[in-house]
């Protein structure tokens, strides 16, 4: 079994690799195709625009295939939208490449979350579907940064083209090492569907949305908030993206390991610090080593969140849970999308690079008001039933009195 984790984290590395990397790479590749930094910043939107279309139409057009076979379609897909990013002759074929590589991403890390999730036992699965995820988090740590200095020494397309090798690498290792397991009897697309009825499924998503957008509104205008704000050389982008992966890396495993003890609380303690964070970023933007310790803190508070509010997602879904959490996987690309945009414009808009990590902070917050009401409405939900059975228990002893009386 592990060794079947240990697949699924390889392809999560290659897509990894592939989502973030752009982000030190936007200087070059906008004065490449000489276009702005913001309209550069388009490649992290249309690329999250794509998760978060192709995750429900990817899952829904392999409901009638095993597990594995649709995971290894996603890679070749994957394959063939990096490459094509790789040899791109203008700016709108790269954005193409960059959306088709994506529409892999959401139904990848659905499906596979489920299938980790299978693998071991129920008071386990936040701790496999974190598993999976370590291979999104070390890319941050070695496919990032070794990305972005391949692509500023030999060329961004150097980069994609090895991206695309990385896919390869993915599609061998799901081939041989995950299990072929059967879909569950019985479950059809109405049933997938009826999960979207759930207030908590919505509510989960939406904190995903929010929650990681947060993180994405800083770290997508990074490397030239560091070089134009806090004096970094272009080539200290790399070891910054380090440190933001090394707390990602943190930040999934102990998600993991808590979301299966104190999931809301977590989730609490995750959003609450990630939006006071992303506040103070504004100012610790303007000093070398706190821009640092900010960059490590945003990756670990960020993806501190990703195991529960997956974990969550699967647990409201019950039953029938793959669409809603590739679905899910694609909230959180919608998240990166918004707050790429809406960083472009506050930056677009004179207001500077620092100006996105407010966009971030109000995100946050907004997730943690999400996660306060979902608690208080799950515990509305289950009153009624303590009451339900206080009542119950006590009808017995109160029956005898009456008949006596009567």
């Given at each position: 079994?592990?060794?079947?984790?240990?697949?699924?984290?390889?392809?999560?590395?290659?897509?990894?690799?592939?989502?973030?990397?752009?982000?030190?790479?936007?200087?070059?590749?906008?004065?490449?195709?000489?276009?702005?930094?913001?309209?550069?910043?388009?490649?992290?939107?249309g690329?999250?625009?794509?998760?978060?279309?192709?995750?429900?139409?990817?899952?829904?057009?392999?409901?009638?295939?095993?597990?594995?076979?649709?995971?290894?379609?996603?890679?070749?897909?994957?394959?063939a939208?990096?490459?094509?990013?790789?040899?791109?002759?203008?700016?709108?074929?790269?954005?193409i490449?960059?959306?088709?590589s994506?529409?892999?991403?959401?139904?990848f890390?659905?499906?596979?979350?489920?299938?980790?999730?299978?693998?071991?036992?129920?008071?386990?699965k936040?701790?496999?579907?974190?598993?999976?995820?370590?291979?999104?988090?070390?890319?941050?740590?070695?496919?990032?940064?070794?990305?972005?200095?391949?692509?500023?020494?030999?060329?961004?397309?150097?980069?994609f083209?090895?991206?695309?090798?990385?896919?390869?690498?993915?599609?061998?290792?799901?081939?041989?090492?995950?299990?072929?397991?059967?879909?569950?009897?019985?479950?059809?697309?109405?049933?997938e569907l009826?999960?979207?009825?759930?207030?908590?499924?919505?509510?989960?998503?939406?904190?995903?949305?929010?929650?990681?957008?947060?993180?994405?509104?800083?770290?997508?205008?990074?490397?030239?908030?560091?070089?134009?704000?806090?004096?970094?050389?272009?080539?200290?982008?790399?070891?910054?993206?380090?440190?933001?992966?090394?707390?990602?890396?943190?930040?999934?495993?102990?998600?993991?390991?808590?979301?299966d003890?104190?999931?809301?609380?977590?989730?609490y303690?995750?959003?609450?610090?990630?939006?006071?964070?992303?506040?103070?970023?504004?100012?610790?933007?303007?000093?070398?080593?706190?821009?640092?310790?900010?960059?490590?803190?945003?990756?670990?508070?960020?993806?501190?969140?990703?195991?529960?509010?997956?974990?969550?997602?699967?647990?409201?879904?019950?039953?029938?849970?793959?669409?809603?959490?590739?679905?899910?996987?694609?909230?959180?690309?919608?998240?990166?999308?918004?707050?790429?945009?809406?960083?472009?414009?506050?930056?677009?808009?004179?207001?500077?690079?620092?100006a996105?990590?407010?966009?971030?902070?109000?995100?946050?917050?907004?997730?943690?008001?999400?996660?306060?009401v979902?608690?208080?409405?799950?515990?509305?939900?289950?009153?009624?039933?303590?009451?339900?059975?206080?009542?119950?228990?006590?009808?017995?002893?109160?029956?005898?009195?009456?008949?006596?009386?009567?």
């Amino acid at each position: 079994m592990p060794l079947a984790l240990l697949a699924l984290a390889i392809g999560a590395f290659g897509i990894g690799t592939t989502e973030f990397v752009i982000m030190g790479l936007l200087p070059e590749v906008a004065s490449d195709f000489d276009v702005s930094i913001p309209t550069a910043g388009w490649l992290v939107t249309g690329y999250a625009l794509g998760v978060m279309a192709g995750a429900p139409i990817m899952t829904v057009l392999g409901t009638r295939m095993s597990r594995k076979r649709m995971l290894m379609l996603l890679m070749g897909l994957f394959i063939a939208g990096n490459l094509l990013s790789a040899v791109a002759p203008a700016f709108s074929v790269m954005l193409i490449g960059r959306v088709v590589s994506s529409l892999a991403h959401g139904a990848f890390f659905g499906i596979g979350s489920v299938v980790a999730a299978d693998l071991v036992a129920p008071h386990r699965k936040a701790g496999a579907i974190a598993m999976m995820f370590t291979g999104l988090t070390v890319a941050n740590v070695v496919g990032v940064p070794l990305g972005t200095f391949i692509g500023q020494t030999a060329g961004w397309r150097v980069t994609f083209a090895v991206v695309a090798a990385l896919g390869v690498l993915g599609l061998a290792g799901i081939a041989r090492l995950v299990p072929d397991l059967p879909r569950p009897e019985g479950v059809r697309l109405g049933h997938e569907l009826a999960a979207f009825k759930n207030v908590q499924v919505l509510l989960a998503m939406a904190m995903t949305v929010l929650g990681f957008g947060g993180v994405f509104a800083a770290i997508t205008y990074i490397a030239p908030m560091m070089t134009h704000v806090a004096g970094f050389s272009d080539s200290s982008v790399t070891w910054l993206l380090v440190l933001f992966g090394l707390g990602m890396v943190g930040g999934n495993l102990v998600g993991g390991k808590l979301a299966d003890r104190a999931l809301m609380p977590l989730l609490y303690s995750s959003l609450g610090g990630l939006a006071v964070v992303l506040a103070l970023f504004t100012l610790t933007a303007h000093n070398k080593l706190a821009a640092a310790a900010t960059v490590v803190l945003i990756g670990a508070l960020g993806f501190a969140t990703v195991p529960p509010l997956q974990k969550r997602v699967l647990d409201q879904a019950h039953g029938a849970p793959t669409l809603a959490s590739a679905v899910n996987i694609g909230a959180f690309n919608l998240g990166n999308a918004l707050s790429a945009w809406l960083g472009g414009l506050v930056i677009a808009a004179g207001l500077g690079y620092t100006a996105p990590n407010w966009v971030g902070a109000i995100l946050a917050a907004g997730a943690l008001v999400l996660a306060v009401v979902s608690a208080a409405l799950e515990r509305r939900e289950s009153a009624p039933s303590r009451v339900v059975a206080g009542h119950t228990a006590a009808a017995p002893r109160t029956e005898p009195h009456t008949t006596a009386h009567h």
